[in-house]
């Protein structure tokens, strides 16, 4: 079992605010796609207990944050996407997952906010609410994690091959 599903099984305050979501048959259908070499359902589950415990600790809307940051990539996309789709939807999913959670679940307009701006600077919605910065913080510092995690072998053979030019150079 991962990590963040044994931090959510033992906190049963945020299963309260979110278990609506997490039974939802829509939701339940990001566990079919791949997001930063894990699931989105991973991922958005990682990013909004954590954006919850900052806000907890922060004395924010925690339970705005908890919602909204497990909807922040709530839309479907097929597998087989190209290059250019994949690269497009960097810009275009916020409005997509804040459309599609409106369609299944009643948000503040705090959850949209920040579903909505969860990519800036990427894009330009600037986040108006410090829920909102907190959860696009949070989903930078995991996502970065996710995507060095997954390409470590990748980046770790690259770094030995510019260490090894490097050290020749100077011979």
């Known amino acids: 079992m991962s990590d963040i599903y044994h931090c959510v099984e033992k906190d049963s305050d945020y299963q309260k605010i979110v278990n609506h979501i997490l039974q939802n048959e829509e939701f339940n259908k990001l566990k079919n796609i791949e997001h930063h070499g894990l699931t989105r359902y991973d991922h958005c589950l990682k990013v909004s207990y954590y954006s919850y415990k900052v806000a907890k600790a922060l004395k924010l809307e925690y339970k705005e944050v908890a919602r909204g940051g497990l909807l922040h990539d709530f839309f479907l996309s097929e597998d087989e996407r190209t290059n250019k ?87």
């Open 85 to 171: 789709e994949r690269f497009l939807s960097i810009f275009t999913h916020p409005k997509k997952a804040e459309k599609k959670a409106c369609e299944c679940f009643e948000l503040s307009e705090r959850e949209c906010d920040i579903i909505r701006s969860h990519m800036f600077p990427i894009n330009f919605t600037v986040p108006k609410y410090l829920e909102s910065w907190t959860v696009n913080l949070v989903d930078k510092s995991v996502g970065t994690y996710e995507f060095l995690k997954k390409f470590k072998k990748q980046l770790a053979y690259s770094m030995n091959i510019w260490v090894l030019m490097f050290v020749s150079f100077f011979k």
